[in-house]
């Protein structure tokens, strides 16, 4: 540090500007959420994980097509079987919406970004704009790339899937809107629950530990709430081959929406009326 | 210019702020004075909008600071140099909060420099000193160049370099008519940066006046004598219009100089052990007016010798 003289230059002449504006919080935040390491890693683990697995799995599913019944055969989804890394690429994601909101609050550095942008929802937008675009960026580069690693293992067998079929254009597409839906869904999480301990266990549990438990539930209750919970009625617009009982796609893709803009509207509720 | 109306604050049923009223002054430092635990910290998170009043209004220039367009124009502030993501370079934390009010980025180079930060801009926060970690602060403070500056306890952790700096620079910012409000527990670090006192123990305001009239209310000389005819004395004193009260086996005494004291024993011819003059210092008399407003008393100790402050001159 060299000394200073601690005299103050007179009133900088700063150009009129529009001040605190949403465009301004998108900036402030992209800038934030960049700026820390953790950011690159879960784009980079969330690129690895969906491409990796659609790897691993579709060669494995290739080399023993053989001994596969017809029934089996029946129902394979060449598409969904090559975005089954989702289903570990969706917790790091999500776990990224959820620091995107919790670290300000474990760092005390929210109260500096409520100082400098009063209006706190805000600065929650732009941190959802922020993070609907990268995730979706990520999530189709991802499950696109994966799309493709997948049909070159099926290619051998002539199993593959092609862009042009029916519903795979969606399937595919859809992958990437569900990578960016989970992340939402963690910042809303972390913005109800604030601590970043308590908000990823609860995302975890939420998206991928309770869902295939709502199975055990009986009764007519008990479907539904299996169809609807989360990741059972989000997942589904990644598939082209329908799962039996399950919502359809983009009614499953809405459902998976509306619950987390609701957990979201919770937590908008919450950031105005809690003290920072 | 900061308003405060009848603010209040509760935690549960404990009261951390209870209808405070005072106004900031441009042009001035403003010292916030009060016993650890007082409720400065939280009056300046009502005033900034971070908690909410349980009642009254905290008000920036007349409006409540919420509303502000351009918040970092109006305002800045220091509260816990701490309270910063600790994973990122200063230089990218200065850029996320310029952007944040559209602030130009030359203004992040202009505040690093300011601050005497330039060279360790790139480096990451977690790895700064208390000291570093307060200019963080301030440069973040200074980036929108605003009209009112708030720090609360900003000589905490900084090397007496850095205590004479800063206090230089609220001193400059007020010289150039920006309102500057410092909170502090130490009345003579007070004494030497603040134009005007704001006093609050328990959350109330105790006094509110210009820093010259507290120092001269509240460091009135005394005088203490000791006798062994201490009643014969204290009539005689109190005749002469001293008022007198028993401390500590003394006779404490105001109105009269030593040397009359003393004639005046001499012509009633009393006796006298010990003749001295007591100069209350300023943070006794911060500590008479906040005392029963401590939060947490340190045990029985009266006697016990003040902590010496670093960096008085």
């Given amino acids: ?13 700063l150009p009129d500007s529009h001040g605190a504006t949403l465009a301004a919080a998108v900036r402030s935040e992209w800038t934030k959420f960049f700026s820390v390491r953790s950011t690159m890693w879960a784009l980079i683990s969330t690129f690895v994980f969906t491409v990796g697995f659609a790897a691993l799995v579709s060669w494995g599913v290739s080399t023993s097509y053989g001994q596969m019944s017809a029934q089996d055969r029946a129902s394979f989804d060449a598409t969904g079987t090559s975005l089954v890394g989702l ?8 776990v990224l919406g959820v620091l995107m909101i919790s670290t300000e609050y474990s760092t005390g550095g929210i109260r500096g970004t409520f100082t400098a942008v009063p209006r706190r929802l805000r600065v929650l937008l732009a941190k959802a704009i922020v993070l609907a675009v990268v995730a979706l960026a990520i999530g189709l580069l991802s499950c696109f790339t994966a799309f493709y690693v997948g049909q070159l293992f099926f290619a051998s067998k002539h199993i593959e899937a092609h862009l042009g079929d029916p519903q795979v254009f969606r399937a595919v597409v859809g992958g990437g809107l569900y990578v960016a839906a989970c992340a939402l869904f963690g910042l809303a999480v972390g913005t109800v629950l604030r601590h970043t301990a308590g908000a990823v266990t609860a995302t975890i549990a939420l998206l991928i530990v309770v869902p295939p438990l709502t199975l055990l539930l009986p009764g007519r209750w008990g479907d539904a709430i299996t169809r609807y919970f989360t990741s059972n009625a989000g997942q589904r617009i990644g598939e082209v081959v329908h799962t039996t009982n399950a919502l359809g796609p983009w009614t499953g893709y809405a459902v998976f929406t509306a619950e987390w803009a609701a957990v979201l509207l919770l937590g908008a509720v919450l950031l105005v009326r809690r003290d920072a | 210019m900061i308003e405060a109306r009848g603010l209040t604050k509760m935690f549960g049923d404990k009261k951390a702020v209870d209808e405070l009223s005072f106004i900031v002054h441009p042009g001035m430092v403003t010292g916030f004075l009060g016993p650890n635990g007082a409720g400065k910290s939280t009056t300046m998170r009502l005033i900034l909008g971070l908690d909410r009043p349980t009642d009254g209004v905290a008000l920036i220039n007349g ?9 970092m124009r109006q305002v800045g502030a220091v509260l816990d140099a701490k309270d910063v993501h600790g994973g990122r370079s200063a230089r990218a934390h200065l850029r996320a909060l310029a952007q944040s009010n559209s602030l130009p980025a030359s203004r992040v180079d202009d505040v690093l420099d300011l601050t005497g930060m330039t060279e360790v801009a790139s480096k990451r926060i977690k790895g700064f000193s208390l000291g570093m970690s307060q200019r963080v602060g301030i440069a973040a403070a200074m980036l929108g160049d605003p009209e009112i500056l708030m720090f609360d306890e900003p000589v905490n952790g900084l090397d007496p370099e850095g205590i004479v700096w800063i206090r230089t ?71 002469r219009g001293a008022v007198v009260d028993r401390v500590e086996g003394y006779l404490e ?53 003040a902590p010496p402050v670093s960096a008085q001159q």
């Fill in chain 2, 169 to 239: 620079f609220m001193r400059s910012l007020a010289a150039r008519g920006r309102t500057v409000f410092v909170s502090s527990h130490l009345m003579s670090e007070m004494a030497l940066t603040a134009d005007h006192l704001i006093v609050i123990g328990r959350g109330r305001l105790l006094a509110d006046t210009s820093t010259d009239d507290f120092i001269s209310e509240n460091s009135a000389a005394r005088v203490r004598v000791r006798s062994p005819q201490q009643q014969d004395l204290a009539r005689v004193l109190a005749e």
């Fill in chain 2, 63 to 71: 409006r409540p600071y919420a509303q502000a367009t351009a918040p």
């Fill in chain 1, 87 to 94: 289903t570990f690429s969706q917790l790091v994601i999500a």
């Fill in chain 2, 253 to 305: 005494l105001s109105g009269l100089r030593t040397e009359e004291v003393g004639d005046l024993a001499a012509e009633h011819q009393l006796t006298i052990h010990e003749l001295f003059q007591q100069r209350s210092s300023l943070e006794d008399a911060f500590m008479e007016l906040t005392g029963e407003s401590v939060e947490y008393h340190a045990g029985s100790a009266p006697h016990a010798p």
């Fill in chain 1, 1 to 13: 540090m060299t000394a200073v003289t601690g005299a103050v230059p007179d009133q900088a002449e």
